[in-house]
Structures are given as structure tokens and as C-alpha cells.
């Protein structure tokens, strides 16, 4: 039997550590083997406050702030893509889904973990990645399950989270509870200083990001019954 794997398909250094990064390295230290893939180098972002570096070097350095972060999540090395941040919309689907596909039958992969069709945040990058691994899912049926990061509307009206697309409570699949490895995925996060000044969220008292942050929610896409999620199984112990 192959080693359960699982392939996290973002658009941008950080996604993969601020909503799902606990949620992988507990994975990871269950024995799956979790592939992150970043389709942009994520140059259109921050530079710091004050800035870290210059608008030139941004790109290298948010590499090298996601290898970072793999590192103290305890995941493989990423995948890098060579898209336009801002522009992943712009690019040949097909393509990037061919990308997708690829990256599947080198890993393994029968979990896909992306964003949903609003893109948790509404971002177009976000929203074109989650769309191209939707239709990567549909192609690979190899894969047993697709699943989503998602906030769910009771925490995120809780918290007063307006820019969040947040969805119904009943729509949540998985909510992982994820303060057994919050020093794990707070380093993570902390490794993409540039960005840090620009999340509202990491500028708040502690037991505020402890609720957002301290457990991580999915919702289920889609599944190919009797196909081999394992991914409730992986994570018992840890389901709220």
C-alpha cells in the first residue's frame, strides 16, 4: 500500500502556515507525507513594515521564507511555480492544472487541500488556484477527496471577521484542533516576516489569535466513496 499523502495547493508563501498549518504538521508527524505547492512567489505582497527588503528582492525572499516555514512545520520541501501574484487568473488553466496533475502522480497524492470557489478571502489568486485544483480532483481519480480551508460565519461573526467568506457552521467537515503543535505552526508563521505587519489578525492580543488560529476548519468538496479518505482517520484525536 502507498504512503497516505496528501498535496496542498496554494497561491502564496503563507497560505499554506496561516489557516492549515497545524493541520499539516500534525499530518506529517502521523506519517503522511504532506506536499505543499505555491503557484506564485508571492511578489506583490509586503515588504515588511518597516520593509525587510526591496520590491526586487521580495520574490527570493518569500521563497525563501515558505521553505522556512515548510521546515518548521515539518514538511517536505515546496513546489515553487513561476506565476504572476495578482495575475494567476490571467494564466493558461490548462496549464496550470497539467501542473496540478503532475504534481499529483509525483507525490502520490490521494487528499487534495486547496482553497474553496471564494477563495477564503476573495482573493483572484486564491480563487483561481482552488478552481484549477477542483478540476484537477475531477481528472485524478486517483484522488479520493478534495477538501477546503474555510472559517466557519459562528467564529467568524464572533470575531467580527467582515473580510473573511466565511461559511454555514453545517458545511464544516473537519474542525482540527491544533494546540498540540501551536509553537510549530506560530514559528511558521512568523517565518514570513514580511507579511506579518499586514494581517490584522497577528497585530491582536493572543487570546484572539489563539481562537482564530488554534483550530483550523475544512470543508469536505468532494469525495469518491470507498476511495480512500484518510484523512478523519489521520487526524482522530484531534476532531472537535
Known sequence: MNQQALLALFAHPDDEAFRCGGTLTLLAERGVR???????????????????????????????????????????????????????????????????????????????????PDGLSGHPDHITIGRCAAEAYRRAESVAALYNVAVPA???????????????????????DVSAVWEAKLAAIRFHATQLSASPMMQAPV?????????????????????????PDALRGYLL
Open 34 to 116: 504532506v506536499q505543499v505547492l505555491t503557484a506564485t512567489r508571492g511578489e506583490a505582497g509586503s515588504c515588511g513594515d518597516p520593509p525587510l527588503c526591496t520590491p526586487e528582492e521580495l520574490p527570493a525572499r518569500r521563497e525563501s521564507e515558505l521553505r522556512c516555514a515548510c521546515v518548521a512545520l515539518g514538511l517536505e520541501p515546496p513546489r515553487l511555480l513561476d506565476y504572476a501574484d495578482g495575475h494567476l487568473a490571467d494564466a493558461d488553466a490548462e496549464v496550470l492544472i497539467a501542473q496540478i496533475l503532475g504534481a499529483v502522480r509525483t507525490s502520490d497524492a490521494q487528499v487534495l487541500l486547496s482553497f474553496g
Open 154 to 176: 459562528s467564529l467568524a461573526e464572533a470575531l467580527g471577521m467582515q473580510q473573511v467568506r466565511a461559511v454555514p457552521d453545517a458545511e464544516i467537515a473537519l474542525a482540527v
Open 207 to 231: 487570546e484572539r489569535q489563539r481562537r482564530f488560529f488554534g483550530t483550523e476548519h475544512f470543508v469536505r468538496a468532494a469525495a469518491r466513496p470507498l476511495a480512500g479518505d484518510f484523512l
